[in-house]
């Protein structure tokens, strides 16, 4: 996913890629996939999901959102929360999104809330997101570490 969104995350007109990212980013948790499913890759199974995004949509806020996007980078930014549910691969979407409201100009500041203790062992906690950067950051393939180094930035300027 890195290599398809780097090049686009400080694009405003990229907004609903990375809403829509972040909000289908929940798919991946395996326990929704039907046991049996033919599912060749990681990366082909969340392209699958992607591409069915809007038809399963029930209503689609995403111009409104986008809308009040643009009136934060036109006050030069402002603070974003996140509600974070969970660790793994939906965490790292969500950071996705959140690097794209940094990048853009639309926060200054994005706020992650996350869970204070597990309800559930997927749950995501404040440690999560130091650890999904650092694993990210010692990964094969340089566009991760390049999202990790973008990341780190992030917390270490209190973007983020």
């Known amino acids: 996913l890195a290599p398809r969104v780097l090049p686009v995350v400080a694009s405003a007109d990229a907004s609903a890629l990375f809403l829509s990212i972040a909000l289908w980013g929940n798919r991946m948790d395996l326990s929704l996939w039907p046991a049996g499913s033919n599912v060749a890759s990681i990366a082909g199974a969340f392209q699958a999901v992607l591409d069915a995004a809007t038809e399963q ?35 790292c979407t969500d950071m996705l999104l959140a690097d794209h409201l940094v990048a ?46 973008r990341w780190r930035e992030h917390l270490k300027t209190g973007a983020w």
Do not use: W
């Open 104 to 149: 853009s100009g639309a926060a200054k500041e994005v706020r992650f809330r996350v869970k204070h203790h597990p309800t559930f062992v997927s749950d995501a906690l404040d440690a999560d997101v130091r650890e999904h950067i650092e694993t990210l950051a010692n990964a094969e393939g340089g566009e991760s570490a390049k999202l990790a180094s």
């Open 57 to 91: 949509l029930l209503a689609d806020d995403t111009s409104a959102v986008e809308e009040q996007l643009a009136s934060l980078r036109a006050r030069g930014g402002g603070v974003v929360d996140l509600i974070v549910d969970n660790a793994g691969f939906e965490l």
